[in-house]
């Protein structure tokens, strides 16, 4: 099975070799976790082997994306300058700019993404959908409906997707849940303060097909580098979940959630 390098060997090796070609993986987790500096990652990763690279962004505009990959010497920019990469800005969507979208619209998502592809040419080609749940942050039973109508058109396009799905504060779950089953794959980024000091943890919770660690570890972003994994994590499961009675509630609301779907 061919499989696709992340941008970050140990990650490669938590996944046996890498994410195989074809896959939609959910990218999952709170905010300043690390998501999207492991999708610059897997962006640049890419454009090193000549992937065709199609880069959404919904919470950045997309000169803070090029100037974020920049401090880790990815020069995305030069990239997208040499027809190599496509940012799709969705945040600031202009009507002048043609790689811009002004609704958050899943079948103009899949249109606009499309186009790129055509643009860039025939050839291996990588997604970065960052974030997926910008497009139903209204309305969250869409969410499963809408994953699903993306995966399915865009696989027929030899895409090997990426897709972002936020995690709240306050519950550490999903914004409308379907995701995380139509995707192929799970990595879920972690945060937590530990002796008054942010940590920050990934764990692979699914990737079909693939043999995965299944040990969570401890991870970091340097300046001039990116994500750095520093090793596997002592943490036991007791000590990083939410109390009972609130992880009770939740479930309980996600199969009223799922009753309705
Ligand atoms: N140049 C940098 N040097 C060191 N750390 C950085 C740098 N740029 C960003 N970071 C860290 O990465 C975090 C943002 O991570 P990001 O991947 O954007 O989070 P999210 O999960 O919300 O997408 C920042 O809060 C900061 O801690
Ligand atoms: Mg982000």
């Known amino acids: 099975m061919e499989r696709l390098s992340t941008g970050v060997p140990e990650i490669d090796k938590i996944l046996a070799g890498g994410i195989p070609r074809g896959f939609l993986v959910a990218v999952t987790g709170e905010p300043g976790t690390g998501k999207t500096v492991f999708c610059l990652h897997f962006a640049w990763q890419g454009v090193k082997e000549g992937d065709k690279v199609v880069y959404v962004t919904t919470e950045e505009s997309r000169e803070s994306i090029l100037s974020q990959a920049s401090q880790f010497g990815m020069d995305l920019e030069e990239a997208v300058r040499e027809n190599k990469a496509i940012v799709i800005d969705a945040l600031l969507g202009r009507a002048s700019d043609p790689w811009s979208l002004r609704s958050l619209d899943p079948e103009e998502l899949v249109e606009i993404v499309l186009k ?19 497009f139903w942050l209204d309305k969250p039973a869409m969410a499963r409906k809408y994953s699903y109508y993306v995966k399915k058109v865009l696989s027929r396009w030899d895409f090997t997707v990426l897709a972002v799905s936020q995690y709240a504060v306050t519950t550490s779950e999903a914004f409308g849940f379907g995701i995380e089953h139509v995707a192929d794959g799970i990595i879920r980024f972690r945060r937590f303060v530990r002796g008054g000091v942010l940590r920050r943890y990934l764990i692979v919770e699914k990737m079909r097909q693939t043999p995965h ?8 972003v340097r300046d001039g580098v ?36």
């Open 116 to 134: 790129a592809k055509r643009e860039l040419g025939f050839g291996r080609a990588r997604l970065v959908i960052d974030s997926m749940s910008a």
């Open 213 to 220: 660690d299944l040990r969570m570890y401890e991870i970091t």
């Open 226 to 261: 990116g994500l750095v994994v520093l090793g596997p994590s002592g943490e036991r499961a007791e000590d990083v979940s939410l109390p009972i009675k609130v992880k009770e509630k939740i479930l309980q609301a996600k199969r009223r959630e799922e009753e309705v779907l």
